[in-house]
């Protein structure tokens, strides 16, 4: 099996950045995949619905480490700066109490993991194992089920349900371990009850915890708390291609890409955002936002400030999306460090219950945008430490960022920190922006100082907000309560949430749905979540805009005779008649008309323009439709804006280079050459000429004789395969050349791929599958420690083997083994140098592992037909149940559980290649260590070291007068068991073990 890996090539570019001079970093896409796999499900009305069943043992376990925190570092070095300002602005408004409230869900343990959505006709909710749909008071459709009812088999949980407002569907979300990835269901229709769902699953490597996912033009956007400590070269963020699940496409049409935070600075858990698109208008393509603050407190970061990244997909040819650090905006100061990093923050009332998590170190769900006519903007908010020498108070930090328009940077237009009345936390927030520039902010609030544990003091579900021409900075409305807490946490978990969140009412627009978790005693502590329905605009008479524009629908070949056709809504309270509409096209002279009415309060109409548009010039056109109501209130709301691309009726390209790919796992060459062809035009085409070069040599040409539909692209397979011999960067050039094609700047595409020595990473930790100690002639390599699955050793160890000898013991540990003997080795040196690990090569053959932590002994045997010199060794070690078996002997094949490791071997003959390092045994647990050394040093130092790598001797030593180290080791006071002796503490040094009994 080919031990190569095809890698493409990322290109780096650099720029200047705002107020840090530094050098910007531009990434391409590291992951380009597709679907795991569609399925369908059936509606879920009138089904006999699976139970819930909750998890067993803890609760996202792999949110480990909090960030790197150096003590004394950060600022501010007292209250929360903006804390006074908005004390004194106080709450000049009157509460509004909510209008409806109920609870969605009840659990016996937490966190519960609360999400929810509301749509036209819905309110869908879930928590960690489970999901229910409501109508729009609350009454329950589908009670309270287990998530296999839309994911069959799988229920891991931390779902997310949100609704896309611009599709008319529900999707919900969760997360899997079976391999790692996430799950999306999509609905294939806009009611969640009686139409069925689509189901995809997306793998993406290591382990996906705190999903969370936004809605763009071009995708639906994924961060998540992944790869720890390498976020700048591994996947933490995703996109995957929205408009294709919504049409439930075949799995290997729905493509996934998955990026780097490069430039970040994250030490441990982290929750990136993506900012999340509601409202009636989605952005344009590309320029989406990832964003997440960067707090002095943590290593590495010198200024208090809010980090965004740019990411541009391009699903056509998908290794020319980007991702990019953009703005970097300074901040007042805040502090986001409680406790030093840890998960146990705020007290709760009383002396019973543990500190509660306040989930320091994630922007909270969902980042929300908004288009207005003259900006764009977002709100987000995180929890921040008000008082770092009391430590036990939190309070939200809220912003309001805001572009002048699409493509420019973002700044902070106002910046708060809210705390709740009398002393109480508030954190776990959750905010959007209603049509009117509105901000609601719902949150949890608890009590600190009341040991009496008063009815007040309990964690609660509680909002505020403000309206759009308030005090900036300021949350004017008085606090109100959407469920009031009667008992604390009392599992053992220290968490809280993990998640809240805020929804929009798509009928109305200004009515905010907000689920999240609160506890009551009935009599032992029970979590709930908790509802609440609320609005903080103000009744506006006169307000009517345009909410979308239907005609033109898609990217056309366009005519100079366009209808443009806008929907109108009235967000006003009285009807409205005479309503002056116009539209522009691409900045140009307004058309103006006039649509007679009426309008009433709350509805919509259609429009359709009587002057058409000439769309026949240019490439690209930007549609701005506006009304032009007298006495309009709002005026803000009135626009909406369309970028069209005018297509030609015959337009074909390369799209990507397929195979050989990242993970083609190919074995010899020649081989295959997979592109991807797109048609870019309007016209469906047929007989299409494509070539390829490699490296710049012979041209090869053939014909696709299939078709391609506009919008479409296929797979065409080259007959003539490609010769790829060695290690190194090959270069591709692909295209078409159809002779009545009318755009030729697309046709041709160019890739380079770098070939390297494969690196299967897998799962050693969960169930401790995988080599933990390895011995073989001279090297003695123990502890091995559990990181990725996959461990080069070529470097740090070579192994001395003589065929004329021709038979050693290999001995090695394992972190796992069972009765079905299922946990099995295989074992290869690459004789003949060719990048290849043969089946000829393989020396063991899935052998058996008897027992787990117990040195197992195999016989390794080199034959006197082996290639002296020096070689490559891979030995892996796995599940062969989980790994289907065979993947244990493809040395490149993915495993999900087990590990690979590579050495150094020199094959020698008729030479002793002992390394002159003996230890003699004698009586008492006495033992003489010697080593004879050619070499100059003189002195040398000795280890000593037990099973866990731990150091327990360490001396110099001289050689003496007939070149030999010599250390007498008295180990009469240590416990019977295996250790290890190395001289030089280098891994390159040599070592053997010794038995103390």
């Known amino acids: ?14 720029v200047t950045v705002g107020f840090s001079q530094k050098k910007k970093e531009i990434m391409n896409a590291t992951m380009i995949s597709s679907a795991e796999y569609m399925r369908t499900v059936d509606p879920l009305g009138g089904k006999k619905l699976i ?37 004194s602005a106080g709450s000049t408004r009157a509460t509004k109490a909510p209008s409806l409230t109920f ?40 009670p309270s089920s287990s998530l296999e009812n839309i994911f069959p088999g799988e229920d891991l949980g931390d779902p997310i349900v949100f609704y896309d407002s611009f599709a008319d569907r529900f999707v919900i979300t969760q997360f899997s371990d079976t391999p790692n990835g996430f799950l999306v269901a999509v609905g294939q229709g806009p009611d969640p009850v009686n139409d069925g769902w689509y189901i995809y699953r997306f793998n993406t490597g290591s382990f996906p915890d705190y999903t969370k996912f936004s809605i763009w033009s071009d995708g639906y956007y994924v961060t998540a708390n992944k790869d720890q400590g390498s976020v700048q070269t591994s996947e933490v963020v995703f996109v995957i291609e929205r408009e294709k699940m919504l049409r439930g496409e075949a799995e290997e049409n729905v493509k996934i890409v998955g990026f780097p935070l490069p430039g970040a600075r994250i030490g441990g858990f982290y929750s990136p955002a993506s900012f999340n698109a509601i409202g009636n208008a989605l952005p344009p393509d590309g320029d989406a936002r990832i964003i997440y603050f960067q707090d002095d407190d943590w290593q590495g970061v010198t200024q208090d400030m809010l980090k965004l990244w740019k990411i541009d997909v391009n699903w056509v040819s998908p290794t020319e999306s980007t991702i990019a650090e953009a703005e970097e905006i300074a901040v007042t100061m805040f502090d986001s460090t409680f406790d030093g990093g840890s998960f146990g923050n705020i007290p709760q009332p009383g002396t019973e219950g ?69 002393g109480k936390s508030a954190w776990c927030g959750s905010m959007a922006m209603d049509i009117f520039g509105n901000i609601g902010m719902a949150y949890t609030t608890m009590g600190t100082t009341d040991n009496g544990a008063s ?163 240019e490439r690209t056109y930007t549609i701005t439709a506006e009304t032009n109501l007298a006495g309009d209130l709002k005026p803000e709301n009135d626009c909406s804006d369309k970028t069209l691309l005018n297509l030609f009726s015959i337009d074909v390209g390369a799209g990507e280079l397929i195979t050989p790919s990242l993970d083609s796992g190919l074995s010899v060459s020649p081989e295959s050459v997979t592109v991807t062809l797109y048609n870019y035009g309007t016209v469906a085409q047929t007989n299409i000429p494509v070539f390829y070069m490699l490296n710049n ?74 080599i933990r ?79 787990a932590d117990t040195d197992q002994e195999f016989t390794v045997t080199i ?69 004879a050394d050619s070499g100059p040093e003189t002195q040398v130092r000795i280890y000593v070291f037990n099973m866990l790598g731990q150091v327990i001797v360490s001396n110099m030593i001289t050689k003496d007068a007939n070149g030999r180290f010599v250390y007498e080791l008295d180990m009469s006071f240590a416990s019977s068991g295996v250790y290890f002796v190395r001289f030089g503490k280098s891994r390159k040094a040599d070592a053997t073990k010794f038995v103390v009994q």
Request: charged share 20%; glycine share 8%; net charge negative.
């Open 863 to 931: 034959n006197n037909q082996a290639a002296l010199g020096r070689h490559l060794l891979r030995i892996r070690a796995g599940d062969v149940n989980t790994n289907n078996g065979a993947l244990l002997n493809d040395a490149c094949g993915s495993m999900d559980f087990g590990t690979t490791h590579d050495y150094t071997v020199e094959i020698g003959e008729n030479k002793d290649l002992d390394t002159g390092l003996i230890v003699i045994s004698e009586p008492d647990n006495q033992f003489l260590i010697t080593k």
């Open 773 to 851: 100690s390895f011995e073989l002639s001279n090297v003695t390599n123990s502890p091995i420690t559990c990181n990725t699955g996959y461990e080069d050793f070529s470097d740090d160890f070579s192994i001395n083997l003589n065929r004329s000898i021709g038979t050693y013991t290999l001995t090695v540990q394992t972190g796992f083994a069972d009765q079905n003997r299922s946990e099995r080795i295989s074992l290869w040196i690459d004789f003949n140098d060719n990048s290849v690990f043969e089946e000829s090569e393989l020396i063991l053959n899935n052998v058996v592992v008897e027992e």
């Open 455 to 617: 009815a007040d003091s309990f964690a609660s579900i509680r909002y505020t907000g403000r309206l759009a021409g308030d005090p900036l900075g300021t949350m004017t409305f008085a606090e109100e309560t959407i469920a009031l807490g009667t008992g604390i946490d009392r599992t053992d978990e220290n968490r809280y949430g993990d998640y809240a969140q805020l929804t929009v009412d798509p009928v109305d627009d200004q009515t905010f749905w907000h689920i999240a978790e609160y506890f009551v005693d009935v009599p032992a502590s029970y979590s709930r979540n908790a509802v609440g329905v609320f609005k903080i605009a103000e009744d506006v008479t006169a307000d009517v805009g345009v909410i979308r524009i239907d005609v033109p629908e898609d990217d056309a070949t366009f005519t100079n005779n366009e209808t443009i056709t806008v929907t109108l809504k009235n967000f006003g309270s009285t009807t409205q008649n005479n309503i002056a509409v116009n539209y522009s096209i691409n900045g140009a002279a307004a058309v103006t008309e006039l649509f007679a009415g009426p309008i009433d309060p709350g509805m919509t109409a259609s429009f359709s323009f009587g002057t058409t548009a000439d769309l026949t010039a």
């Open 354 to 422: 543990q500190d509660i998590d306040v989930l320091q170190g994630a922007v909270m769900y969902a980042s929300n945008y908004r288009r207005f006519c003259d900006y764009n903007a977002v709100v987000l908010n995180f929890a921040v430490d008000i008082d770092p020498d009391a430590d036990n108070v939190a309070g939200i930090r809220w912003y309001e960022l805001r572009q002048n328009g699409d493509g420019q940077p973002w700044t902070v237009f106002q910046e708060g920190t809210y705390t709740s009345t009398d």
């Open 697 to 770: 040599g012979t041209r090869i040409e053939e014909t696709f004789t299939g078709t391609i539909q506009p919008q479409e692209e296929v797979s065409y397979t080259f007959n003539t395969q490609a010769e790829l011999i060695g290690i190194g960067n090959f270069e591709f050039t692909i295209g078409t050349t159809l002779a009545t094609d009318e755009n030729t700047e697309n046709d041709n595409i160019t890739r380079v791929i770098e070939r390297e020595f494969c690196r299967p990473t897998s799962n050693c930790s969960q169930f401790g599958d995988g």
């Open 1 to 14: 099996m080919l031990l190569k890996k095809i890698v493409i090539i990322t290109f780096l570019f650099f």
């Open 51 to 87: 139970p819930g069943k909750p998890r067993e043992g803890k609760i996202n376990p792999r949110r480990t480490g909090a960030n790197r925190i150096v003590p004394g570092k950060g600022f501010p070095r007292g209250m929360d700066p903006l804390l006074a300002k908005g004390k």
């Open 103 to 142: 609870d969605a869900n009840t659990s016996s343990f937490s966190p519960s993991d609360p999400t929810g959505a509301i749509g036209p006709n819905h309110y869908v909710s879930a928590k960690n194992f489970e999901f229910t749909i409501h109508d729009r008071s609350g009454n329950v459709l589908v």
